[in-house]
T-cell receptor, first 116, second 117 residues
């Protein structure tokens, strides 16, 4: 079946503008994650959604970052008033409705964000 | 302290040879999962192999195997019969349930593997 999809694949924006990044998880996957991959920081967890539960926002770096997940499926990551340090690849992953530590996360192709 | 440590920033291997990519981890949770992902230059993260902390056998998936040494807290990835297409960045990652609510992965810094013809 279809994998995780993300859009846009590339986004160039000016400092101070808001951006929205979209993630469409694998059908039937209840868990959805956002990560950020940057040269200086490696791969960092941002936020996690599981079904209808309150999201785990513990990885969001500032209040300029927010995310929502509508209908338990598509998720949007919003960055307000972008800064140059927000430039990174934003990766989305989803995992099936199982329990325990074995849930494998399947990643999308990422959105490369460049803030000028 | 680093949760996942990959001490080899870069590795070279001759085509058809085997290569071991090192990974050590740090956790006090008795239940955890260890994962390896491959990231080619195209950027996608490809799941390779999983090892659970309670698994008695080392995980294997085709040419990939995981050398799991629990007492040493190491989870090295072994790639047998390397192919040119194996050239990529490889990430070791850990998941700690932490009471069942936290499920995110913690990643190491990665190892860039180059397979030489």
């Amino acid at each position: 079946g279809a994998g995780v999809s993300q859009s846009p694949s590339n986004k160039v924006t000016e400092k101070g503008k808001d951006v929205e990044l979209r993630c469409d998880p694998i059908s039937g996957h209840t868990a959805l994650y956002w990560y950020r991959q940057s040269l200086g920081q490696g791969l960092e967890f941002l936020i996690y959604f599981q079904g209808n539960s309150a999201p785990d926002k513990s990885g969001l770096p500032s209040d300029r970052f927010s995310a929502e997940r509508t209908g338990g499926s598509v998720s949007t990551l919003t960055i307000q008033r972008t800064q140059q340090e927000d430039s990174a690849v934003y990766l989305c992953a989803s995992s099936p409705p199982t329990s325990g530590s074995s849930d494998t996360q399947y990643f999308g192709p990422g959105t490369r964000l460049t803030v000028l | 302290a680093q949760k996942i440590t990959q001490t080899q920033p870069g590795m070279f291997v001759q085509e058809k040879e085997a290569v071991t990519l090192d990974c050590t981890y740090d956790t006090s949770d008795p239940s955890y999962g260890l994962f390896w992902y491959k990231q080619p230059s195209s950027g996608e993260m490809i799941f390779l192999i999983y090892q659970g902390s309670y698994d008695q056998q080392n995980a294997t998936e085709g040419r990939y195997s995981l050398n799991f040494q629990k007492a040493r807290k190491s989870a090295n990835l072994v790639i047998s019969a390397s192919q040119l297409g194996d050239s990529a960045m490889y990430f070791c990652a850990m998941r700690e349930p932490r009471g069942g609510s936290a499920r995110q992965l913690t990643f190491g810094s990665g190892t860039q593997l180059t397979v030489l013809p």
